[in-house]
């Protein structure tokens, strides 16, 4: 088994052939270019996702094809490379490279219905919820951005003056941040801010993975 070279930073000639991509997203472009990607994307994130893994745990690098079957979009190939390490059903850390830099992220994307209802039971919750909040509150004010798939009108069962409404509503939650072109991205020292990127996201990460596993 080849052992994962060291992580040297995201070479600029992958966010290059992500430029490149959008512009033509086609399958002749990806087969004349598929030897930039291996080296030049795939490669580095593989290498600093093994650096990640002794603290957070093994990382999912996410396959380049879309699935078209159901997309209006037939374009054959993602626009960016991520990778994911799971804590719990559909929660966890991400990280991406793309045209507009390097991001990162955590938190979770799905939910199942028992999940949903556990998640709006926790944040519904006297001490739980409070507990939510004050992670949430805490990250954006330290300019994290707050998404995910969100109700505009009230959930079921809960009032519209309920004090946690905002977070109610959601049907995923992440918190993500743009690191972008920092020159740090080119540099081995990436692996520390995303370290201290994923570890600020440890607290959502945690809350989600204990109150919403049914």
Known sequence: MTETPPFAGIPVAALDFYDDLEVDNTRSFWEKHKDTYLTQVRAPVEALCAALEPEFGAAKVFRPYRDVRFAKDKTPFKTHQGAFVRAAESTGWYVEVSPRGVRTGGGFYEASPGRLAA?????DHDQLGPELEEIVRGLEAAGWERGGDRLKTSPRGYDVDHPRIDLLRHRSLSLGHVIGFE???HTPELVDVVREDWRALRPL????ARHTTV
């Open 205 to 208: 990460v945690e809350w989600v």
């Open 119 to 123: 998640y709006r039971g926790a944040v």
């Open 183 to 185: 020159p740090v991205i």
